[in-house]
């Protein structure tokens, strides 16, 4: 058994952030998203991973995250020239997935962790051609749904429809035997000249194959925005988050909760409630951290109140007289304020920022 993660695509709905970097990178709890899928495919003891990487961002995920050993896997990277689609990128990992049955995971979804070891069970004991796995959404014409029969049969896949069949989701992970090549074999680019995974699961529908679904009860998010991004890094503080304070801590602050703060980090007088995570090198000084932050190396907060946001490596926040509340906070990015008269504001804010003034 092999996997396919896919760590492609441009993040156009992360912009600015993914403008230097690969939206897979941005962390969560201060770990990059793409690890999470790496972990969880390691854990349900899948150890042979592809990565399919495009020419923007590859170079950074290689260099981030290594050939696997640090995760227990043998990582092989695959680039993908053009976004030519799901079934594309399927495609040409051909040389690397060679006959194996495989699963295929979007490298910026989180699942809830162990959902995955449970599937691959499914898969392999039933002899599935595919297995897809669904979750009911609340506006499922945002996504591609499945229609499907009280066994659980999948019976037709539809992408973003008018009027959904239902309210099952495809979440983006996927389970496949090698017939899904054949069924590559046969499609044509849809209308955005992509080759599409459900016109290929479709196919092997109309073939009788055996394409069956198992609906995830746990969470599920697609983290390509900045709420549901904060809301995976809510997510995973509450659920995983255990106290380890490595850090310096000053006699004067109060740690409160389930704290992890990094070597070579200093908070003086500040008071911090978890969850909350701090990484390594970090400054903090006469701050409130509120629950559900997370804050990466080497940043620096003082005169700083916030909460529930994500502060990635090398910020600096200081002065803010209002607290700071669901936000995401780019790396080496500065926000300050500038006591100089007159009073105003003054920007300099790059293309497809977000500046919300209350």
């Not at 490298?107 to 002899?127: A, E, R």
């Not at 900045?226 to 304070?245: F, V």
């Amino acid at each position: 058994m092999k996997a396919l993660i896919l760590s492609g695509g441009k993040g156009t709905r992360l912009r600015p952030l993914t403008y230097t970097g690969a939206k897979q990178l941005v962390p969560v709890a201060n770990k990059p998203i793409l690890w999470y899928g790496i972990e969880e495919m390691v854990t349900a003891g899948i150890t042979d991973i592809g990565i399919v990487i495009s020419p923007e961002t590859g170079g950074e995920v290689k260099a981030k995250t290594g050939n696997g050993e640090k995760f227990g896997a043998t990582i092989t990277y695959i680039l993908q020239e053009q976004p030519a689609g799901l079934a594309h990128a399927v495609k040409i990992a051909r040389p690397f997935l060679e006959n194996s049955p495989f699963v295929m995971y979007l490298g910026d979804n989180l699942i809830q962790q162990g959902d995955l070891s449970y599937f691959l069970k499914q898969f392999q004991q039933q002899h599935h051609d595919a297995l897809i796995l669904l979750r009911t959404v609340d506006n499922p014409s945002a996504f591609g749904v499945a229609k499907v029969d009280e066994q659980g049969t999948v019976l037709e896949l539809i992408e973003k429809p008018k009027i959904p069949p239902s309210n099952l989701a495809l979440v983006g992970v996927y389970f496949f035997s090698n017939i899904i090549h054949e069924a590559i074999a046969c499609i044509k680019p849809s209308a955005r000249n992509e080759l599409e995974i459900t016109d290929a699961i479709q196919y092997l529908i109309g073939q009788n194959k055996q394409v069956s679904a198992c609906r995830l009860e746990g969470w599920w998010l697609d983290t390509g925005k900045k709420d549901d991004l904060l809301e995976a890094n809510r997510l995973i503080l509450d659920t995983s988050l255990q106290t380890l304070i490595d850090g310096e801590v000053d006699t004067s602050s109060q740690v409160i909760g389930r704290v992890k703060i990094g070597s070579g980090s200093k908070v003086i007088n500040c008071t911090i409630r978890g969850p909350v995570v701090i990484g390594e090198h970090c400054h903090l000084e006469n701050c409130f951290i509120g629950p559900y932050s997370s804050i990466a190396d080497k940043s620096t907060l003082v005169d700083t109140e916030l909460e529930h946001s994500v502060v990635l490596e090398g910020a600096k926040i200081s002065g803010i007289q209002q607290r700071i509340i669901d936000s995401l906070i780019g790396q080496r990015a500065q926000v300050t304020l500038e006591p100089r008269r007159p009073k105003a504001l003054r920007f300099m804010i790059g293309d497809d920022c977000q500046i919300e003034l209350t």
